[in-house]
């Protein structure tokens, strides 16, 4: 089974530049999430989509929003760029089973690189 | 205000010796804990996880415990090996599909 593939993995923008981001989750995985990972902030959670709705969401300001579509693919994207939106952009998906027992494992893509100049 | 923390940003152990990563968390809610290692440029990797009605759980050389009086779980890798070396993150969720991760343990293990 094919793991969580994001695109493109390294990308080099602009002040005031906007970008997107692209995930594809592992088959049959209904619900992914985004992180931004900066050195020495670990990975700061973004924005969780399931059935193309965003359930959750962390601290991050409106420039950064993303969507799901219907095969639960999902971009991100990141308005009016800042030099510190320069991170490591990390896509995550998981089942998203039901039920009372929680066991719901997130499995990562490699990431893409965003460096803004 | 970080509700998961790995006070230690590095770890050095010798190779075949036993590592013990921690983890403390605050928020008396989480009932799922899981551990990744993480290379550069690349993404996490899950390694092992325990719900919050078991203390330990088991998988070849690794091992995580569970304190949830003390609000913190270690992971124990025995023996170490030198292709251990890598970031370890703990992450924390409370049923919600929301996962908070701390900031990471940089382990080195010496051959």
């Known amino acids: 089974k094919a793991g969580v593939t994001q695109t493109p993995r390294y990308l080099i923008k602009t002040r005031g530049q906007q970008v997107t981001l692209s995930c594809s989750p592992i088959?049959?995985?209904?619900?992914v999430s985004w992180y931004q990972q900066t050195p020495g902030q670990g990975l700061q959670f973004l924005f969780e989509y399931f059935s193309e709705t965003q359930r959750n969401k962390g601290n991050f300001p409106g420039r950064f929003s993303g969507r799901q579509f219907s095969n639960s693919r999902s971009e991100m994207n990141v308005s009016t760029l800042e030099l510190g939106d320069s991170a490591l952009y990390l896509c995550a998906s998981s089942l998203a089973s039901l039920g009372q027992d929680f066991t719901d494992t997130q499995y990562f893509g490699p990431g893409t690189r965003l460096t803004v100049l | 205000d970080q509700q998961v923390k790995q006070n230690s940003p590095s770890l050095s152990v010798q190779e075949g010796r036993i590592s013990i990563l921690n983890c403390d968390y605050t928020n008396s809610m989480f009932d799922y804990f899981l551990w990744y290692k993480k290379y550069p440029a690349e993404g996490p990797t899950f390694l092992i996880s325990?719900?919050?009605?078991?203390d330990k759980n088991e998988d070849g050389r690794f091992t995580v415990f569970l304190n949830k009086s003390a609000k913190h779980l270690s992971l124990h890798i025995v023996p170490s090996q030198p292709g251990d070396s890598a970031v370890y993150f703990c992450a924390a969720t409370s049923g919600t599909y929301k996962y908070i991760f701390g900031t990471g343990t940089r382990l080195k293990v010496l051959a």
């Open positions: 088959s049959g995985h209904r619900s």
């Open positions: 325990i719900s919050s009605i078991k």
